[in-house]
């Protein structure tokens, strides 16, 4: 017989867990970065409205899918919409016309100019995508997914492991840095250590096997009703320390005074990008914890807190590192290295001796924000593996450790230079242009990741849940365990395909109502915004 789905404890395991995957790296790190990079606040803002308008509808339609079919992501895209359907069909096609597109466009551009545009490369994944799609359907969006988180997770861990070490050079009170050249020095030294990488990054790997050891109650949520509430708590320690500092303010103004005109179009799409990485969307992670959520929840004052706490948690690491920045007089626009480099010394010339102290709290915060993500990756392949291969958990997690923890290492010795790997280094030149394989194995692993595959995934979704399962059965879903009324008007019930839901017709037709306006950004707004970026992130300008 076949065994009961595990189901979340409770609202808030879930919410929490779910947090857990999405607060991360990607708040704690990059959001603060790139703030830095792209003038301050006014990032922040569009940043906000990029949450509103296409990480909302997203996060909602994935869960939704999740808890409907309570499957994995290709589980549950198959089950929505099996092999040789229509719209498989025509997304297949689409996909080959796209493919001959660009393969032209780069025999074009190599031709005349002789320069591998990168164009060819996508235009050949492009053509397999199409082909697996026309013949076996809409899964394979979500195997790509599951592809897609695996491959993140290989490198995120290698980064978590970074961080492991820097915890250990606060609390050992080695992190005494003057200048930023010094840290900078130790930092060189450090990532091109092959052993103490790939040992880090495979600590960093069992702590999230360890995770999942107990399964969803008793190992993700358990974890992440402890480690959440303390994540909060450094965080907010932090804060205080840093904006009590002398001359603070100024950090804090930066980060929240919005200036228009440092943005640039390049500005609003990294927000883009940015928040759907944030919200740890398009790979199916919301798919998978979704998959394991009551039906007497209700999806949308979940998502509405998950989306809260993330955006929470971005707007305070901004808290907790400009003003300590602006107060030593350190570089807010130094860009990824302003976490190891620049907040190192910045700790360190914190007024009193204790900065290795807070050094050590930033850290071990840092440290549960990456590891929660980490595991909430792996917990989707192992879902996968369990969902469709009926294997144990415990072997699941096991083959997946093995699988990434090899992969990461790629990532890990890369680092130091692609000497170590040459034949990567070739297949990829072969691929992809120069301009696209900037750094190592690790920066394009990261640039294919977050700039094509999660956008072209997440556009995906999108139409998926609005046209193919259609916004109606999912606004069904979404609204399973939520009994307020809900009002339409003529128009809106014609964009958001409610029309002949029985459901719907009963109820007062006026008023703009929360379902319609989900419906509407998920069926129009959402896939066209990502079209553009990642239209754009392959370099094709659309005259802006
Ligand atoms: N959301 C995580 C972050 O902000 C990153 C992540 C992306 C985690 C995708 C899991 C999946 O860092």
């Given at each position: 017989?076949?065994?009961?789905?595990?189901?979340?404890?409770?609202?808030?395991?879930?919410?929490?867990?779910?947090?857990?995957?999405?607060i991360?790296l990607?708040n704690i790190w990059?959001?603060p970065?790139?703030?830095?990079?792209?003038?301050?606040?006014?990032?922040?803002?569009?940043?906000?409205?990029?949450?509103?308008?296409?990480?909302?509808?997203?996060?909602?339609?994935?869960?939704?899918?999740?808890?409907?079919?309570?499957?994995?992501?290709?589980?549950?895209?198959?089950?929505?919409?099996?092999?040789?359907?229509?719209?498989?069909?025509?997304?297949?096609?689409?996909?080959?016309?796209?493919?001959?597109?660009?393969?032209?466009?780069?025999?074009?551009?190599?031709?005349?100019?002789?320069?591998?545009?990168?164009?060819?490369?996508?235009?050949?994944?492009?053509?397999?995508?199409?082909?697996?799609?026309?013949?076996?359907?809409?899964?394979?969006?979500?195997?790509?997914?599951?592809?897609?988180?695996?491959?993140?997770?290989?490198?995120?861990?290698?980064?978590g492991?970074w961080i492991l070490e820097y915890v250990y050079l606060a609390f050992s009170r080695q992190m005494n840095f003057?200048?930023?050249?010094?840290?900078?020095?130790?930092?060189?030294?450090?990532?091109?250590?092959?052993?103490?990488?790939?040992?880090?990054?495979?600590?960093?790997?069992?702590?999230?096997?360890?995770?999942?050891?107990?399964?969803?109650?008793?190992?993700?949520?358990?974890?992440?009703?402890i480690l959440m509430p303390l994540l909060l708590l450094l965080l907010i320690a932090v804060i205080i320390r840093g904006v009590t500092l002398?001359?603070a303010?100024?950090?804090?103004?930066?980060?929240?005074?919005?200036?228009?005109?440092?943005?640039?179009?390049?500005?609003?799409?990294?927000?883009?990008?940015?928040?759907?990485?944030?919200?740890?969307?398009?790979?199916?992670?919301?798919?998978?914890?979704?998959?394991?959520?009551?039906?007497?929840?209700?999806?949308?004052?979940?998502?509405?807190?998950?989306?809260?706490?993330?955006?929470?948690a971005?707007?305070m690491a901004g808290l907790a590192i400009f003003p300590a920045v602006?107060a030593m007089?350190?570089?807010?626009?130094?860009?990824?290295?302003l976490i190891f480099?620049v907040l190192p010394v910045t700790f360190n010339h914190f007024p009193g001796g204790f900065g290795w102290f807070w050094a050590g709290l930033f850290f071990l915060m840092l440290t549960i924000a990456a590891f929660t993500?980490?595991?909430?990756?792996?917990?989707?392949?192992?879902?996968?593996?369990?969902?469709?291969?009926?294997?144990?958990?415990?072997?699941?997690?096991?083959?997946?450790?093995?699988?990434?923890?090899?992969?990461?290492?790629?990532?890990?010795?890369?680092?130091?230079?692609?000497?170590?790997?040459?034949?990567?280094?070739?297949?990829?030149?072969?691929?992809?242009?120069?301009?696209?394989?900037?750094?190592?194995?690790?920066?394009?692993?990261?640039?294919?990741?977050?700039?094509?595959?999660?956008?072209?995934?997440?556009?995906?979704?999108?139409?998926?849940?609005?046209?193919?399962?259609?916004?109606?059965?999912?606004?069904?879903?979404?609204?399973?365990?939520?009994?307020?009324?809900?009002?339409?008007?003529?128009?809106?019930?014609?964009?958001?395909?409610?029309?002949?839901?029985?459901?719907?017709?009963?109820?007062?037709?006026?008023?703009?109502?929360?379902?319609?306006?989900?419906?509407?950004?998920?069926?129009?707004?959402?896939?066209?915004?990502?079209?553009?970026?990642?239209?754009?992130?392959?370099?094709?300008?659309?005259?802006?």
């Amino acid at each position: 017989m076949e065994q009961q789905r595990e189901t979340w404890g409770g609202t808030i395991g879930f919410v929490l867990a779910a947090a857990g995957s999405a607060i991360g790296l990607g708040n704690i790190w990059k959001f603060p970065y790139i703030t830095g990079m792209n003038g301050g606040g006014a990032f922040v803002i569009i940043y906000l409205i990029c949450i509103f308008l296409l990480g909302t509808p997203l996060m909602l339609s994935e869960i939704a899918i999740g808890r409907k079919t309570q499957k994995n992501p290709y589980g549950a895209f198959k089950e929505i919409s099996p092999a040789g359907s229509k719209f498989s069909r025509v997304l297949g096609i689409l996909l080959l016309l796209q493919a001959v597109f660009m393969i032209y466009s780069g025999i074009d551009n190599l031709v005349d100019n002789g320069t591998n545009s990168g164009m060819i490369g996508f235009g050949v994944v492009s053509a397999l995508a199409g082909a697996l799609i026309i013949w076996k359907g809409v899964a394979m969006v979500g195997l790509f997914s599951i592809l897609t988180g695996l491959a993140i997770l290989s490198y995120y861990s290698v980064i978590g492991g970074w961080i492991l070490e820097y915890v250990y050079l606060a609390f050992s009170r080695q992190m005494n840095f003057e200048t930023v050249a010094q840290a900078k020095e130790t930092f060189g030294n450090f990532i091109t250590c092959p052993w103490k990488v790939v040992l880090l990054h495979l600590v960093f790997m069992v702590l999230c096997g360890a995770m999942l050891w107990g399964g969803i109650r008793k190992g993700v949520e358990r974890w992440s009703k402890i480690l959440m509430p303390l994540l909060l708590l450094l965080l907010i320690a932090v804060i205080i320390r840093g904006v009590t500092l002398p001359g603070a303010i100024d950090g804090v103004k930066f980060f929240l005074s919005p200036d228009f005109s440092k943005l640039s179009t390049g500005s609003i799409l990294e927000a883009l990008g940015h928040s759907f990485y944030s919200l740890s969307l398009g790979m199916g992670i919301m798919i998978t914890y979704g998959s394991y959520m009551k039906k007497q929840e209700n999806i949308l004052r979940t998502s509405v807190f998950i989306i809260i706490l993330d955006t929470i948690a971005a707007l305070m690491a901004g808290l907790a590192i400009f003003p300590a920045v602006f107060a030593m007089g350190g570089q807010p626009t130094a860009g990824p290295s302003l976490i190891f480099q620049v907040l190192p010394v910045t700790f360190n010339h914190f007024p009193g001796g204790f900065g290795w102290f807070w050094a050590g709290l930033f850290f071990l915060m840092l440290t549960i924000a990456a590891f929660t993500s980490g595991a909430s990756l792996l917990e989707m392949g192992v879902t996968f593996l369990i969902d469709q291969l009926k294997w144990s958990r415990k072997k699941a997690i096991s083959v997946l450790f093995v699988i990434i923890s090899l992969l990461g290492i790629l990532s890990a010795i890369s680092v130091t230079g692609w000497e170590n790997i040459p034949w990567v280094k070739k297949a990829f030149d072969f691929c992809f242009s120069p301009e696209h394989v900037k750094g190592n194995f690790f920066d394009v692993l990261d640039y294919i990741t977050s700039n094509w595959c999660l956008p072209l995934a997440g556009m995906m979704t999108a139409i998926f849940t609005g046209w193919l399962w259609t916004a109606r059965k999912a606004a069904r879903e979404l609204r399973e365990g939520d009994l307020t009324h809900l009002q339409d008007t003529n128009i809106l019930l014609l964009l958001s395909g409610f029309r002949d839901e029985p459901f719907y017709s009963q109820m007062i037709r006026n008023g703009l109502t929360l379902m319609t306006f989900w419906a509407i950004l998920i069926r129009f707004v959402a896939p066209i915004i990502i079209l553009f970026v990642f239209l754009h992130s392959l370099g094709i300008n659309l005259g802006f």
